[in-house]
């Protein structure tokens, strides 16, 4: 049963644009909530993490928006670059407890020259 | 940074063979870490959590027995998976937490495993 739910499964952006990869989790337990980027065999990098007291975290060019009601958080690359294609993971866990991440499907981005 | 090493990172075996994965955190100890495994363009899905001193927990159609788990120092968590099949190709990634509050999960670079 997958307990996070991303999408879209793939996207492509111009560059200069930006992108948007939304996910929602159903766990109310859940408090914490990393995006990772992963390149063509490597491991996962996390990216940034953000927790449910604040509703916006920035870190550069990556945003994290989260909607603690609605169970919804989103990841917003601005200015969006041919380096940054990527497959993104959102996850989520509770605490660092030891518990493990719970993995969202992953998206595809394409940021095209 | 945190670092996980992970070694090999890749490696071809033939059928009824066994190979080992090692995952070390490099400065940091940690206490938990966790074996994940991904097939090409899929997610990344949780195999086990190793723990250090006890054994490791599996998750629901992980066999223990296959994958057999030792986390014997709070630096160093070995996968071996035994008697290789083909289907048991994959990439094994591990993760590594330090043991101190709010430490984010660290992933090593992966082993590709290649059976024959």
Request: charged share 15%; net charge positive.
């Amino acid at each position: 049963q997958q307990q996070v739910k991303q999408s879209p499964q793939s996207l492509i952006v111009q560059k200069g644009g930006i992108s948007i990869i939304n996910c929602a989790y159903e766990n109310t337990a859940f408090d914490y909530f990393p995006w990772y980027q992963q390149f063509p065999g490597k491991g996962p990098a996390l990216l940034i993490a953000i927790r449910p007291d604040v509703s916006e975290k920035k870190e550069g060019r990556f945003t994290i928006s989260f909607n603690k009601s609605a169970k919804q958080f989103s990841l917003h690359i601005m200015d969006s670059q041919p380096g940054d294609s990527a497959t993104y993971f959102c996850a989520a866990s509770i605490g660092n407890s030891g518990y493990a991440l719970n993995f969202g499907k992953g998206t595809s981005l394409l940021v095209t020259p | 940074g945190a670092v996980v090493s992970q070694h090999p990172s890749w490696v071809i075996c033939k059928s009824g063979t066994s190979v080992k994965i090692e995952c070390r955190s490099l400065d940091f100890q940690a206490t938990t870490m966790f074996w994940y495994r991904q097939f090409p363009k899929q997610s990344l899905m949780l195999m086990a959590t190793s723990n250090e001193g006890s054994k490791a927990t599996y998750e629901q159609g992980v066999e223990k027995d296959k994958f057999l788990i030792n986390h014997a120092s709070l630096t160093l968590s070995t996968l071996t998976v035994t008697s290789a099949h083909p289907e048991d190709s994959s990439f094994y990634i591990c993760s590594a937490r330090a043991n101190r509050g709010n430490s984010p999960l660290h992933f090593g670079n992966g082993t590709r495993l290649t059976v024959t």
